[in-house]
């Protein structure tokens, strides 16, 4: 069974910058895909970027330029760079792996003066 256990989120004024992180634990199948998805309150769970092992990546339109998704040489790590965050980017962000899917438990981003 993969575990996820993302990392990295806190508050941060308009403009700035987070990195998230996601260790992963177990095996990870190349042919499934891993990523990052969001939470706003009220709102629907939305996908921000995934990647695959080869290197595929697809980001939403409303990060794109943005945010950056990597995962590390070992494939034991998915990295969420975000840059330019705005208030709208406010989420909770989740780690996440195709096969079942799986979830992490999620990481509190708040953007705000």
């Known amino acids: 069974q993969v575990q996820l256990v993302e990392s990295g989120g806190g508050s941060v004024q308009p403009g700035g910058s987070l990195r998230l992180s996601c260790a992963i634990s177990?095996?990870?199948?190349?042919?499934?895909?891993m990523g990052w998805y969001r939470q706003a309150p009220g709102k629907q769970r939305e996908l921000v970027a995934r990647?695959?092992?080869?290197?595929?990546?697809h980001y939403a339109d409303s990060v794109k330029g943005r945010f950056t998704i990597s995962i590390d040489n070992v494939k034991t790590t998915i990295y969420l760079q975000m840059n330019s965050l705005k208030p709208e980017d406010t989420a909770v962000y989740y780690c996440y792996y195709e096969l079942g899917p799986q979830w992490g438990q999620g990481t509190q981003v708040t953007v705000s003066s």
């Open positions: 177990g095996s990870i199948l190349s042919n499934y895909l």
């Open positions: 990647i695959s092992t080869s290197g595929y990546t």
